[in-house]
T-cell receptor
Framework: AQTVTQSQPEMSVQEAETVTLSCTYD???????LFWYKQPPSRQMILVIRQEAYKQQNATENRFSVNFQKAAKSFSLKISDSQLGDTAMYFCAFNDMRFGAGTRLTVKP | KAGVTQTPRYLIKTRGQQVTLSCSPISGHRSVSWYQQTPGQGLQFLFEYFSETQRNKGNFPGRFSGRQFSNSRSEMNVSTLELGDSALYLC???????????FGPGTRLTVT
């Protein structure tokens, strides 16, 4: 079974700074997809970024980028120039079915 | 485009009862997935339906079941409710496996 581990239950960062959220996973598959989803307080979950395992290039979406290390089974999310609106729960997901426990990120003014 | 809708938004039931939750996906999306979200267990995958067929299933007891209709709308049923079933139930729709999922606002179920 695939498991997804987010080892940081809570993190905080000052506005405009950079923060990295960690995610590791376990799988025997060679081709798969990884996702980061964001769930703001009392709002719906939305996709932040998606990575296909067969692509070596790290995915980037504006201020959000990932560091995908396939051999290490690691998939971290970097948020640059943090904004107050980035305050949310962040979930790492494997193949859209297995989610990590989440990291609660607070951006402080 | 209208988003994913879930009804009802809030529900209070007593132990032993059964409940049915409904999810209407985004128009054109054929895949609907259901998740249970609790503070202790995080987000747990229940099942996925695609074109009226259950394609994937999580590790939940048989009390949890679902179905999908020809218009892609989906329902989830929980029978013989237990206190531990209290959770936020999220529905998500997508074009297919490993495409972006669009989540609904959830149904908050409280079992007393």
């Amino acid at each position: 079974a695939q498991t997804v581990t987010q080892s940081q239950p809570e993190m905080s960062v000052q506005e405009a700074e950079t923060v990295t959220l960690s995610c590791t996973y376990d799988t025997s598959e060679n081709n798969y997809y990884l996702f980061w989803y964001k769930q703001p307080p009392s709002r719906q979950m939305i996709l932040v970024i998606r990575q296909e395992a067969y692509k070596q290039q790290n995915a980037t979406e504006n201020r959000f980028s990932v560091n995908f290390q396939k051999a290490a089974k690691s998939f971290s999310l970097k948020i640059s120039d943090s904004q107050l609106g980035d305050t949310a729960m962040y979930f790492c997901a494997f193949n859209d079915m297995r989610f990590g426990a989440g990291t609660r990120l607070t951006v402080k003014p | 485009k209208a988003g994913v809708t879930q009804t009802p938004r809030y529900l209070i039931k007593t132990r032993g009862q059964q409940v049915t939750l409904s999810c209407s996906p985004i128009s054109g999306h054929r895949s609907v997935s259901w998740y249970q979200q609790t503070p202790g267990q995080g987000l747990q995958f229940l099942f996925e339906y695609f074109s009226e067929t259950q394609r994937n299933k999580g590790n939940f007891p048989g009390r949890f079941s679902g179905r999908q209709f020809s218009n892609s709308r989906s329902e989830m049923n929980v029978s013989t409710l237990e206190l531990g079933d209290s959770a936020l139930y999220l529905c998500a729709s997508s074009k297919g496996s490993n495409y972006e999922q669009y989540f609904g606002p959830g149904t908050r179920l409280t079992v007393t």
